[in-house]
């Protein structure tokens, strides 16, 4: 249920503060997803239900990416933080270091 986690009564949330909190639990249930898949896909000794496995993975990380697209496209702090970190070179630490001189 999306209102699950929710730490203020809903009534009190704006609309996109609801939609953000659906977005993110969705990412945050895509990206368990993957992890169960890639786990069960290393346990596994059948190669025909790993391929099954590994695909299922990958489609779980195509929706958790869907789900951060929409965060980015929505959400002017994700989108900054995104155009900081993602598909950068280098030290991703240091990337934050030298953003907060």
């Known amino acids: 249920m999306s ?17 953000q909190h659906q977005a993110i639990q969705s990412v945050i249930e895509e990206l368990e997803a993957v992890d169960w898949y890639r786990q069960r896909a290393d346990d596994c000794d059948d190669p025909a239900l790993k391929a099954i496995l590994l695909h299922n993975m990958r489609e779980e990380i195509e929706h958790a990416t869907m789900g951060l697209e929409w965060l980015r496209r929505t959400s002017s702090d994700f989108d900054k933080e995104f155009k ?18």
């Open 3 to 19: 209102s699950e986690g929710l730490h203020a009564p809903r009534e009190r949330l704006r609309d996109e503060t609801i939609a």
């Open 84 to 101: 900081a970190y993602l598909f950068s070179d280098g030290d991703i630490a240091k990337i934050e270091e030298d953003a907060t001189r």
